[in-house]
């Protein structure tokens, strides 16, 4: 699957074969919630497809953040789409993906099977 990650100021459409899925994640605090939404287009600028969701027991914002981008990848394989360019608001995550780093610490893997989402 060909992807790339980014963050722009300005939304434009993706080229020709490809998709762009728009990815962001709202915290809350005091409810450990996370609320996530993700929207994915065509290269004519049409809504290909989008979800909203929220996942209990969240009180981090950049695992938040990770989570609402590890969806958008997720629901792209499951429509099929092989070219893929995902853009989201967070710099932390945009750079680290960029750098190709591993974002999955072990603080992580203890907050995906506390919230029941160890399916990684």
């Given amino acids: 699957m060909g992807t790339s990650c980014r963050r722009e100021g300005k939304w434009t459409?993706?080229?020709?074969?490809?998709?762009?899925?728009n990815w962001d994640a709202s915290i809350s605090?005091?409810?450990k919630k996370v609320g996530m939404g993700m929207?994915?287009?065509d290269e004519e600028g049409e809504i290909m497809a989008y979800l909203c969701t929220a996942v209990?027991?969240?009180?981090?914002?950049?695992?938040?953040?990770?989570?609402a981008l590890r969806?958008?990848?997720?629901l792209c394989e499951e429509l099929g789409f092989l070219k893929v360019i995902l853009e989201g608001d967070s710099q932390v995550i945009v750079k680290a993906i960029n750098r190709k780093e591993?974002?999955?610490t072990e603080s992580m893997e203890?907050?995906?099977m506390r919230c029941g989402l160890d399916d990684h």
């Fill in 29 to 31: 605090a005091a409810m």
């Fill in 110 to 112: 203890m907050w995906w």
């Fill in 71 to 74: 969806r958008a990848m997720l």
């Fill in 13 to 21: 459409k993706p080229d020709a074969q490809w998709v762009k899925a």
């Fill in 39 to 41: 929207v994915i287009w």
């Fill in 56 to 67: 209990d027991c969240l009180q981090d914002p950049t695992i938040g953040e990770a989570l």
């Fill in 102 to 104: 591993d974002l999955y």
